[in-house]
């Protein structure tokens, strides 16, 4: 069998500060050229979420981004921002600008430096296009944009305040451009997240339970409000969004549609019959795929993931299985798995009951279709830099054991264990 | 074997309206006045969610309320409101007021005819205070307020926008008052993003059709229950480890997955990439039957729907992972909403006690023992009411399908395809 290898769905790039200033509209670069000048004088790095071990350059380097990647056997990713011209927070993965002004001018400087991005190594990239959909019109304008320079898909907007709710019909002509264009649509983890406040644990660790709520909250919003059944060849991926939250939901809503339940009853008292005609996980690997980034164990667990017992035989319940599921790296980012890449992509393989044919689909296959990657232009740098199956399962042991430790073994244990350390 | 009987964590009530005119301060007698003739005159019934098989003056009536709860097994309740003064929409289980103003004037109404309703049966009701966290110093007195006025117990408030989050230490204060007093929390269903998306008005009312309604139910499993891992992660049971809370008709489903994913992030490196330590002191589903306590309702094995809530599988055996269990479980009916489960109540029940891996005890756990313990019922002066309209576990064990003739089809057809039906179904081992 020949070698395979990754299509990450989850890579952050942005411009360099210099570049960015040759994107940005005349009328806007007084106020770049300030923001940059602050910015230098205050010592911040020219980077976004940036793991302390990777140089700015990665971010915008075409040929150093492309050398990094083949090296933990990545041969393609799917492109999400890092940080564009205006942005406040640059830490933050939708950007928030002081002005709607100056958002939007950040966003149009970020969309054209991304087409001329991808263009650099078109095979290989798949940058998501900036949009909003405020201004629906505007919007679709925007799709067909992206497609006509060759941008290969739309970043799902957050929701605000101020949004519409997904389920609104008014949205449909943004959803038939996508189905128009063959562009998909994919949802990135971090959008509408509350301020939390000040760091520390709990505003840390409540921001990562809740956004798994927030992520994903299009997700139900789309199947609930029938649009997969108005746009059955509308792709939406959720990357980064915490798959977990995803089953859960999914799970729920299959438990609701259905005549004799409570909740149907009720909706028949309120006058609102039931317009989706599927269950709601019948939506996965149809309409709805899902990128498990960083991937990872923690996020979700293998055998959950894949939906099968170490028999191979199918576990009962929603599982996002391998129809759906999508390998991401998150690079350069903070919490990218790029140190241990090999090691997450063992522990898939390893995972008894994942044959060869599902990782397959989850490394590279699935990515491949729902984002129209060309796998016969990509052929020789898999050839190149990618991996044999059988050979990663054999030396599975070894490749884990190459992780950090604390991303393998438990660190508070179980309540019984820590009872005995501490007698 | 000793009869038993249920307490229902999960009640709903309020005044008539002409009741609620009497706990009203006469500077808002007008504006009240005026509400209550403009309901009248639309033909606006005097109720929140009430199933049409009741009359409204079960959300009132002492007597009456009783008498159809015995019917049905029920000797107690904890209460919740069906329904304050000022409320705009009378279906929501949080009163969203016009103001500010008037929201808090319902709020403290409500509360002092609650104290006047439970009065009239002390032993069999424990009503839960409406909290309101805008000022702290009140928010303090009123929690002894409840407790000298003999309410059993607090019923936390949703998120508001620009609101404290349940983490934020200088809700300490509170936290405080309720272990001083012995007092429970309660967190009830029914939360709404204080934040979200009005660009297609509000989603309640006026939003489009069944997609509004599936999304609807979909994100209350979210709202509902964000003080549960707040609380958890904000060290307050930590910082507080006599405080108890309940989490009320707030769909488990989503607690189980939330929980597991805090369980894995504590016990990863995810934070010391952050450079954050962990600084609770226990892994968050570690807190659930000491502190944290789960009241299921309406009461159904379809509120189980992957069969995690008892984390056994169809032999008994543990299951590996979090599951809530049933130390921490309670039962609710949710009288008199229209999704109560009053009129299959005997049929949940012996759904309940057939499962073959529920044992007797845990059985008697969850329709009773929890409750009387976290919500201080006395069971000695209950025991006479138990004893006139309880039921022998065993007899229904006996003649299960005579009390399982008033679920509706898909209720048999879930227990007989092995669906739910509290952990009858084995789930995925989780990998290392």
């Not at chain 2, 966290?133 to 059993?152: P, Q, S, T």
Request: glycine residues 8%.
């Amino acid at each position: 069998m020949g070698k395979t290898a990754v299509i990450s769905v989850d890579g952050h790039v942005k411009a360099s500060r210099s570049e960015y200033r040759e994107y940005i509209s005349e009328k806007h670069r007084e106020a770049f050229d300030a923001e940059v000048k602050a910015a230098e004088e205050a010592g911040i790095p020219d980077a976004g979420n940036l793991h302390p071990e990777l140089d700015p350059e990665v971010q915008w380097d075409s040929d150093r981004r492309l050398e990094s990647l083949e090296a933990i056997g990545v041969v393609a990713e799917v492109l999400f921002p890092n940080g564009q011209p205006f942005q406040i927070n640059r830490l933050d993965d939708y950007p928030h600008a002081v002005s709607a002004e100056l958002a939007e001018a950040g966003r149009q400087a970020y969309n054209r430096w991304l087409a001329d991005f991808c263009a650099r190594a078109p095979e290989r990239r798949r940058g998501q296009m900036q949009t909003s959909f405020m201004d629906i019109e505007r919007a679709v304008r925007d799709i067909h944009w992206a497609k006509e320079h060759g941008l290969g898909g739309i970043m799902m907007p957050e929701l605000t305040r101020e949004s519409r709710s997904l389920v609104d019909p008014a949205l449909d002509p943004i959803w038939a451009a996508c189905q128009e264009t063959g562009l998909p649509i994919s949802a990135h983890g971090g959008a509408s997240l509350p301020d939390y406040g000040p760091g520390g644990f709990a505003a840390l660790v409540a921001a990562m339970a809740e956004n798994a709520f927030f992520s994903n909250r299009s997700l139900w919003m789309l199947i609930s409000g029938g649009v997969f059944d108005r746009f059955e060849d509308l792709s939406v991926c959720y990357v980064e969004t915490q798959a977990y939250m995803m089953v859960a939901a999914l799970q729920h809503l299959d438990s609701m549609v259905n005549p004799a339940g409570d909740w149907m009853g009720f909706a028949r008292t309120r006058n609102r019959e039931q317009t989706t005609e599927r269950f709601a996980s019948e939506y996965l690997g149809k309409n709805v795929f899902v990128g498990v980034s960083p991937f990872s164990s923690v996020q979700i667990p293998m055998d959950d993931l894949v939906g099968k017992d170490a028999e191979g035989q199918p576990l009962p319940g929603v599982h996002i299985g391998s129809g759906a599921a999508m390998f991401g790296v998150d690079y350069p980012q903070f919490e990218s798995i790029f140190d241990r890449t090999m090691g997450a992509v063992a522990t898939l393989v390893a995972t008894p009951g994942v044959t060869d044919d599902d990782a397959r689909l989850i490394l590279v296959e699935n990515a491949a279709k729902v984002y129209h990657f060309d796998v016969s232009a990509l052929q020789p740098h898999i050839d190149r830099a990618g991996f044999d199956l059988t050979e990663v399962r054999a030396n599975a042991e070894e490749l884990k054991s190459k992780m950090p430790k604390e991303t393998r073994a438990p660190l508070m244990g179980s309540a019984a264990a820590r009872a005995t350390a501490s007698a | 074997m000793a009869k038993t009987a249920i307490i229902s964590v999960d009640g709903h009530v309020k005044g008539s309206r002409s009741e609620y005119r009497d706990y009203l301060p006469a500077k808002y007698l007008e504006a009240y006045d005026e509400q209550v003739k403009a309901a009248e005159e639309a033909g606006t019934p005097d109720a929140g969610n009430l199933h049409p098989d009741f009359a409204p003056a079960v959300q009132w009536d002492s007597d009456l309320r009783t008498s159809e709860l015995e019917s049905i097994g029920v000797v107690a309740e904890v209460l919740f409101p069906n329904g304050q003064p000022f409320q705009i929409n009378r279906l929501d289980d949080f009163a969203s007021p016009a103001n500010i103003e008037l929201g808090e004037i319902g709020r403290q109404a409500y509360n002092r005819w609650l104290v006047d309703f439970c009065a009239k049966s002390p032993e069999r009701r424990r009503g839960q205070m409406m909290m309101s966290f805008a000022d702290i110093d009140r928010a303090v007195e009123d929690v002894f307020w409840a407790k000298e006025h003999g309410l059993g117990g607090i019923a936390l408030p949703g998120l508001t926008r620009d609101g404290k989050f349940y983490f934020d230490s200088g809700l300490d204060p509170i936290w405080a008052a309720c272990v001083e007093t012995g007092l429970a929390i309660s967190q009830h269903g029914g939360g709404i993003d204080p934040n979200g998306p009005r660009g297609s008005g509000d989603i309640r009312a006026t939003a489009p059709g069944f997609g509004a309604f599936m999304m609807l139910s979909t994100e209350n499993a979210f709202f509902s229950n964000r003080s549960l891992w707040m609380l958890i992660v904000g060290g307050v049971f930590d910082r507080f480890p006599d405080l108890r809370a309940a989490w009320v008709e707030t769909q488990v489903h989503l607690i189980i997955p939330t929980i597991s994913y805090l369980d894995r992030v504590c016990d990863s490196d995810w934070m010391g990439q952050f450079s954050i330590k962990p600084t609770i002191k226990r892994k968050p589903s570690e807190y659930f039957g000491t502190n944290i306590f789960v009241g299921l309702s309406p009461f159904s094995p379809r509120q189980d729907p992957t069969g995690d809530v008892l984390g056994k599988d169809a032999d008994g055996a543990t299951k590996p992972g979090f599951h809530i269990g049933s130390v921490p479980l309670m039962y609710g009916v949710d009288f008199p909403h229209f999704e109560s489960c009053f009129q299959r109540n005997m049929g949940e029940v012996a759904t309940l006690v057939t499962t073959p891996i529920i044992t007797d005890d845990e059985a008697h756990h969850i329709l009773f023992d929890t409750a009387a313990d976290l919500y201080s019922f006395d069971v000695d002066a209950l025991q006479p009411d138990i004893e006139r309209v309880g039921f022998e576990v065993s007899d229904v064990q006996a003649r299960p399908d005579d009390f399982r003739r008033d679920l509706p089809e898909f209720n048999i057809d879930h227990i007989t395809r092995g669906i739910g039906g509290f952990g009858r179904r084995p789930t995925a081992a989780t990998t290392a």
